[in-house]
Every structure is written in C-alpha cells, then in structure tokens.
Nanobody, 124 residues
Framework: QVQLVESGGGLVQAGGSLRLSCADSGRTFSNYAMGWFRQAPGKEREFVAAVNWSGGSTYYADSVKGRVTISRINGKNTVYLQMNSLKPEDTAVYYC?????????????????WGQGTQVTVSS
C-alpha cells in the first residue's frame, strides 16, 4: 500500500491560485489511479478530480471544471492539483487518494489509500 502526503495548502485570496501536491513517502504509485477529494466543515467529503494510471485521462467535478487541473509525474511519484480562480466555497481540507486499477474512479469508496489532508482557505 502506498503512503501519501499532501502539501501546498494555505490561505489565498479569492481569484488566486494554489498548487497542491501529493507525494508517495513509501512505495511508488506509478501504477495507481489517483484522485483528489475535499471536505468542508459540516459537509460530506466530495469528489474533485481524478486521473488514471497513465495520466492520459482525467475527470473533474462540475464545481471545479475549468478551474482545476490534475496531473501526475509517475517517475517522481507525485500528483498535482492546480487550482485557479479560487472561490470562498473552495475552502476545505483536500485529500489525495490512490488505488490500483486501469480506470478513473470518482467515489470515496473506490480508494483504499489516503493522505492526511491539507487545508485550503480562500478569503473574499
């Protein structure tokens, strides 16, 4: 099982940008599908973006489509979430997740490995 560590969160103004990173602190996740989820206070954890193991296919939630890009560099065991035009409603703890498989996965239950989360706060 991979060991995931997120970084890059912080406080930004509305309209600003952040790039979140997820690194494997243990075994490589080059052969894993990856996803990003977020959870705001009092809210259910929701899907944000996903990428397949090759990096050739991506999928985004409607709430972030056009503002977010997920990418991966398997050789460096790193996956990124580039977030632009941030809004206050993007404020949440962001988690990366991994699982074996050749497809794109969008459900929390699809993933078996999770990072500890990184806080993103967008001020207005």
């Amino acid at each position: 099982q991979v060991q995931l560590v997120e970084s890059g969160g912080g406080l930004v103004q509305a309209g600003g940008s952040l790039r979140l990173s997820c690194a494997d602190s243990g075994r490589t996740f080059s052969n894993y599908a990856m996803g990003w989820f977020r959870q705001a206070p009092g809210k259910e954890r929701e899907f944000v973006a996903a990428v397949n193991w090759s990096g050739g296919s991506t999928y985004y939630a409607d709430s972030v489509k056009g503002r977010v890009t997920i990418s991966r560099i398997n050789g460096k065991n790193t996956v990124y979430l580039q977030m632009n035009s941030l809004k206050p409603e993007d404020t949440a703890v962001y988690y990366c997740a991994a699982r074996g498989g050749s497809y794109i996965y969008t459900r929390q239950s699809d993933y078996s490995s999770w990072g500890q989360g990184t806080q993103v706060t967008v001020s207005s």
